[in-house]
């Protein structure tokens, strides 16, 4: 294995083009990515969410407790499961 | 006595005792599998390509991969897994294609979140910095005697993506991909013990302290993402675009990560195709990438020098991306108001999540409020592109 002096000279060619192409690509990452942004930003923003005072529903159940109570019956269920109704079973 | 004799030659005692280099592999794969399971180095990988290993040193199972010729250039599939057995048919089929590693790309991708990138952009240009110890190890490889193509196969262990390693090896020097994938994988695993070790002699402890958060708070970004779940969806395609116009030869690779992106940010839509790409494709890919790579390690292919200066160089190249990614940060602290922790320089090479996550737990160390594992997370996430798209470069120059 002896070194040769050409292809050391196109290393040093690989070098400077590789890690010129890795920083354009890079660069045109940033660039497309804050044009990306400021164009989703002007046509499409995220409609404005808005925040409900927590209230009790008609059954007397906080809603914290009624999301909870669906998320476990969805996961156990695999999703086919739904909430109609929450009744407190007195023991 | 001649059934005894016939008995001895239907094991492997008598092929074992002609080569007892034989031996030393065996041992060598029960040493892959040792750090595999018993000290959980990469085991998803590390694991397949030990018993891969194992396969194939073990005579008259016909598990060794052969190194490709012109005639098995010429032979279908089926000719190859009659004549060379199902390892070769699996080498041949999925390996020598470079059908796998884009695969796993696309799992890859599917579970990457582009968010902290997006985030914190300008962090990604650390991504960039990090690949310098490619393409000096590359040069250094060429003094030593390697020929380019496997100096650049060599050097792109720097990157720290396991995946991109082989497939750069597949591309432009098949008959190293053992040594490669087995360097590559090992230093991924040693993330953990080689950033701190950088990070030790290159950076100060005033530097270890700058808290990101902090630095957000003083000098805060001029755009805030209003609406990031249609940005994340639009960004791998914009991104795509870019690279597949520029550097074409990393589209396999960059391109199948992209889309594995895509399908995931688009929700419950392409929920299936999410699960398929990130659980069964990438685990089955990871299975047949391991055991084939493995296969490839006989005696005869790995016991020699050229696989000793690639575990070294491979080592070098990692630590000297780490170094450059780190300088690029002091350099950019230099002539920047808003300083940023040189630990995000050292997550620009690619292993992620683990190099973001031990740069974070460096940072609590000394400041146990600065959470930087997000910031962390923007230049690693740039990290995979920018060595992917490193080689491309190198694969559509060489090959």
């Known amino acids: 294995m002896d070194p040769n002096s050409s292809d050391i000279g196109d290393a040093l060619v690989l070098l400077g083009v590789g890690m010129i192409t890795v920083f354009l690509i890079l660069a045109l990452v940033v660039i497309s990515g804050s044009i990306l942004v400021r164009i989703v930003n002007k046509y499409a923003p995220e409609p404005v969410k808005k925040l409900k005072r927590a209230s009790r529903s008609a059954s007397g159940t906080a809603p914290e407790v009624i999301a909870a109570i669906a998320a476990v019956v969805e996961t156990v269920t695999g999703g086919h499961g739904k909430v109609e109704s929450i009744k407190k079973i007195e023991h | 006595m001649e059934v005894l004799n016939k008995l001895y030659e239907m094991t492997a005692f008598g092929a074992i005792g002609d080569d007892p280099m034989t031996l030393v592999m065996l041992a060598l794969a029960l040493f892959l599998l040792y750090l595999g399971i018993g000290k959980r180095f990469e085991p998803l990988l590390l694991v397949p390509i030990a018993f891969g290993v194992l396969l194939a040193n073990f005579p008259g199972g016909n598990m060794a991969v052969t190194p490709s010729t012109d005639i098995i250039e010429h032979m279908t599939i089926i000719e190859i897994a009659k004549e060379y057995g199902i390892m070769n048919m699996l080498y041949y089929m999925l390996i020598k294609t470079g059908l796998l590693p884009p695969l796993i790309f696309m799992g890859v991708g599917a579970m990457t979140d582009f968010g902290p990138m997006l985030r914190n952009l300008k962090l990604a240009f650390f991504g960039a910095a990090a690949q310098i110890g490619i393409f000096t ?70 530097e270890l302290k700058i808290n990101m958060k902090e630095q957000d708070k003083l000098y805060p970004s001029k755009i805030k993402i209003k609406d990031i779940n249609r940005t994340k969806i639009i960004f791998p395609i914009v991104l795509c675009a870019i690279v597949s116009i520029l550097v074409p030869s990393s589209v396999p690779l960059v391109g199948m990560l992209l889309f594995g992106n895509l399908i995931k940010e688009i929700g419950s839509d392409t929920n299936r195709l999410m699960v398929a790409a990130s659980d069964t494709i990438m685990n089955a890919a990871t299975i047949f990438l391991g055991l084939t790579v493995g296969a490839t390690m006989t005696a005869a292919t790995f016991l020699d020098k050229t696989t000793l200066l690639i575990i070294l160089g491979g080592f070098i190249a990692f630590a000297i991306s780490i170094f450059g990614g780190i300088m690029a940060v002091k350099v950019h602290n230099l002539f920047s108001k808003k ?32 959470h930087l594992l997000q910031y962390a997370m923007s230049s690693n996430i740039s990290g995979v592109i920018g060595s992917a798209v490193a080689a491309g470069v190198l694969i559509s120059f060489l090959s």
């Open chain 2, 137 to 206: 190890v590359l040069i250094s490889a060429v003094a030593l005697g390697f020929s380019l193509k496997e100096a650049a196969a060599l050097g792109i262990i720097g990157g720290a993506d396991g995946p991109t390693a082989i497939y750069t090896a597949i591309k432009l020097a098949p008959h190293l991909l053992g040594p490669i994938a087995i360097a590559a994988y090992s230093y991924m695993a040693l993330v953990p013990v080689i950033i701190p070790l950088v990070v030790k002699f290159t950076v100060t402890e005033k």
């Open chain 2, 339 to 370: 300083k940023i922790n040189p630990l995000i320089g050292a997550t620009g090479l690619s292993a992620v999540p683990m190099a973001s996550r031990v740069a974070n737990d460096i940072a609590l160390k000394y400041d146990s409020k600065n």
